[in-house]
């Protein structure tokens, strides 16, 4: 396999790429290996549509080979948009494997196809997506395939395992080049270069998955917004109470309780000084500006459940009205 790709593509990946494959793979392999139970046994795992095949080990101790071994491999197709020598891979979707004929099923592939077509018009099948330490020979048989619909696709690879001592992202994008090896032209897998696009709902959404909820706020209900706030209400409370402190400290010096001390009182008029937002004009408007929005969307949320309560209403006394009116006839309307 060459080094690396010479086409002179440029290619820009987006996060939403890797969060649909690592899904794709955790699922399968979800699926794949039982609950490991006391007794060591060895079920093996007949093919799948999604790629799911080989032997999976339920004994309590296995080794990385076999552990290997075991990893499912999943497939799919990644789409985007090709503007010039830049390539942008904006999404993706799965694809049924047939593990026998290390083929993929031609009929799902254009009914997904045609799907996406409609939602995302501008978008074209760009290659392929699947799951590997590397590429395999009978990967180039996929590859092909897909030529039909993209007559250069790309191969987006990506690593399950976990390597704590790599610091970069285990994707690898592969271009094919003819290279004549033998005195025989052959297509081979090259790599490229990358970089990560991302836009601002990516940018949230990968922020929440990367910080997943612990077990016990889940059972309490608590969602990622709901620790910021409590944070955030601790912070403001620690601050109240401090501010009362000082408060307190000034009256008691203002009575004369206490000796004054002059180097203190420039400390507090410093600390105070650095607030001169909250006495400004300009943020009383802001404030009253979004306070008052927030009221209103608030109304109009009150005004939406009145409505679709009374929706309801008015649909089950027309139901019972026109039942009424098919048993006994004719009645005055109220």
């Not at 095949?53 to 309590?60: F, L």
Request: hydrophobic share 35%; proline share 5%.
């Amino acid at each position: 396999m060459a080094e690396s790709s010479s086409s002179g593509l440029t290619f820009k990946l987006h996060p939403l790429v890797i969060v649909n494959i690592s899904d794709h793979y955790s699922r399968v392999k979800s699926q794949m290996h039982p609950p490991i139970t006391n007794t060591a046994t060895t079920t093996t795992t007949p093919p799948t549509n999604n790629g799911a095949e080989g032997a999976v080990e339920t004994a309590p101790s296995s080794s990385s080979s076999s552990a290997l071994a075991s990893s499912p491999r999943v497939f799919g197709c990644v789409i985007g948009v090709q503007r010039g020598r830049t390539v942008e891979i904006f999404n993706s979707f799965e694809l049924l494997y047939d593990p026998a004929t290390h083929s993929l099923d031609r009929a799902f592939l254009e009914k997904k196809q045609e799907l996406y077509k409609k939602v995302f018009p501008h978008f074209y099948i760009l290659g392929w997506y699947s799951t590997g330490t590397d590429a395999q020979e009978s990967d180039m048989n996929i590859h092909k395939a897909l030529m039909d619909i993209n007559e250069s696709p790309v191969y987006v690879l990506l690593n399950p395992l976990i390597n704590p001592a790599q610091k970069d992202l285990p994707i690898t994008i592969y271009e094919s080049e003819l290279h004549v090896i033998d005195g025989i032209p052959q297509l081979i897998f090259v790599s490229s270069s990358y970089t990560i696009e991302t836009v601002e709902a990516e940018r949230i959404s990968v922020d929440h998955v990367a910080h997943p909820l612990s077990l016990s706020n889940l059972v309490c209900g608590f969602c990622a917004v709901a620790a910021h706030l409590t944070g955030i209400h601790s912070a403001i409370k620690m601050l109240n109470s401090r501010i009362r402190v000082l408060h307190h400290y000034l009256l008691a010096m203002q009575k004369g309780d206490i000796p004054c001390e002059n180097s203190l009182l420039r400390q507090v008029s410093s600390l105070l000084r650095r607030l001169p937002a909250i006495e400004s004009g300009k943020f009383q408007d802001d404030f009253l500006m979004e306070y008052n929005d927030t009221l209103l969307i608030t109304s109009l949320a009150v005004l939406t459940n009145c409505s679709s309560t009374m929706n309801e209403l008015v649909d089950k006394f027309n139901t019972a009205y026109d039942r009424h009116t098919r048993r006994g006839g004719r009645t005055t309307f109220f």
